[in-house]
């Protein structure tokens, strides 16, 4: 049987982050993932600096031979109709890609890891726990992203009750030809908003990568959405015609409607696993860090005692950090002249420079106005 201070069951960012905490501060640490790094994930690869300011990233190790695309300027609007183009004097977020970036953060973390073996059952042990009959920690890590499998042990019903984001993206390399019919620039994602105001699709060029994808808030016809926008986007000239036509598809949760249960004894919920992305723009990296940031904190002050009552801290600490969650409670829904009213107001909104500029890429897309958490 192997034993550690810290089991965590996933190696994404989350993880990786919280490891990178608990090594420095001396604790024995394992990463469990079903997967071999480096893998891809299901992800449109944009960072803000505030990510790169946590992570201490040290920018010019990085860009070492991997992908990190400063951005400065957007392109917003709602699909098919006025584009609005918003600039900066600097780069206000960075594209990378995930294949490169989580492989980066888990060999960085200097953390133990078993690599390629899923976590199959969870087993109480005295005091701690046993994981896939041959793992012993006092405290297990719930990192595996939205269907981790941890969050089921904490009561989550994966998939069934929860209101999740769905969403479908490709990335790819372009060929020489694709790169001549791609008129995306490097440095400047576009957004479009869907009509409904229930999702928006993106664009984004990260050097001869091309990232194209689109989230709503329900998975309806989520295939149709997809192949309109990507149809649109052709018609303008915008994006290859003969771009990949399998898309993977993905879920989470946004942070003030997930209702999981995040603490227990010996467990704790991170990142995509406790639902944490941020409810305009979907960005998940961000909360993803920050909240093994805020787990390191009480982990550590609790001195290696792992009752729940120990770890409750770290609740109210994403609650000052994220804001309060709805527990499950539906938001008011708006009646139907209300939903035109809003619909008609955001078209108008989303058509003007201000509007674009200071709510929809400063606040929505950038969160500039939460300083970055120290790490
Ligand atoms: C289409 C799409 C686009 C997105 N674009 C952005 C973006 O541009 N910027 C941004 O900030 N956020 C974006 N997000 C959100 C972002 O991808 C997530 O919030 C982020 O990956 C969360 O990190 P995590 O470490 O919590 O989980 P993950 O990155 O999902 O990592 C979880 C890890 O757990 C492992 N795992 C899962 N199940 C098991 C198991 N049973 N056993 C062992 N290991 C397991 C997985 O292999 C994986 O390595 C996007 C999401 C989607 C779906």
């Given at each position: 049987m192997e034993s550690c201070d810290v089991l965590i069951v996933g190696g994404g960012p989350a993880g990786s982050t919280l490891a990178w905490k608990l090594r420095t501060a001396g604790l024995d640490v394992l990463i469990l993932d079903k997967k071999t790094f480096p893998r891809d994930k299901t992800c449109a690869g944009w960072i803000t600096p505030a990510v790169v300011e946590t992570l201490k990233l040290d920018t010019a190790d990085y860009a070492r031979g991997r992908v990190f695309q400063p951005i400065r300027r957007f392109v917003t609007g709602i699909i098919g109709g006025k584009e609005v183009h918003t600039g900066y004097d600097a780069p206000v977020s960075y594209g990378i890609r995930r294949f490169e970036f989580d492989d980066y953060l888990l060999q960085r973390c200097g953390a133990r890891v078993a690599l390629g073996e899923p976590f199959k059952n969870l087993k109480h042990d005295g005091d701690g726990w046993v994981v896939n009959d041959k793992l012993r920690a006092p405290l297990v890590i719930g990192a595996g992203g939205h269907f981790c499998p941890v969050a089921r042990y904490l009561g989550a019903n994966l998939g069934a009750d929860e209101q999740i984001v769905a969403a479908q993206e490709i990335e790819f390399e372009m060929s020489a030809a694709q790169q001549l019919a791609c008129?995306?620039?490097?440095d400047r994602p576009e957004l479009y908003f869907c009509d409904d105001l229930k999702g928006y699709g993106w664009i984004f060029r990260k050097g001869n990568f091309l990232n194209i994808g689109l989230g709503r808030e329900d998975n309806h016809k989520l295939a149709e959405h997809v192949s309109s926008f990507c149809d649109g986007l052709k018609q303008r000239g915008r994006i290859p015609s003969d771009i990949p036509t399998k898309f993977h598809g993905h879920a989470y949760l946004l942070y003030p409607l997930a209702p999981r249960q995040l603490v227990d004894d010996g467990l704790l919920l991170i990142g995509d696993a406790a639902g944490l992305a941020y409810p305009q723009s979907g960005e998940g990296i961000r909360p993803a860090i920050e909240s093994a940031i805020l787990a390191a904190d009480t982990i550590l002050a609790a001195r290696g005692n792992s009752r729940r009552a120990q770890l409750e801290p770290y609740v109210a600490q994403l609650t000052a950090r994220f804001g309060k969650r709805l527990h499950g409670e539906a938001p008011p829904i708006p009646g139907r002249f209300a939903q035109q009213l809003k619909q008609t107001l955001a078209n108008w909104l989303l058509r003007r420079e201000w509007f674009a500029r200071h709510v929809v890429i400063d606040r929505w897309f950038l969160h500039r106005q939460q300083p970055p958490l120290p790490g």
């Open positions: 008129n995306v620039a490097e």
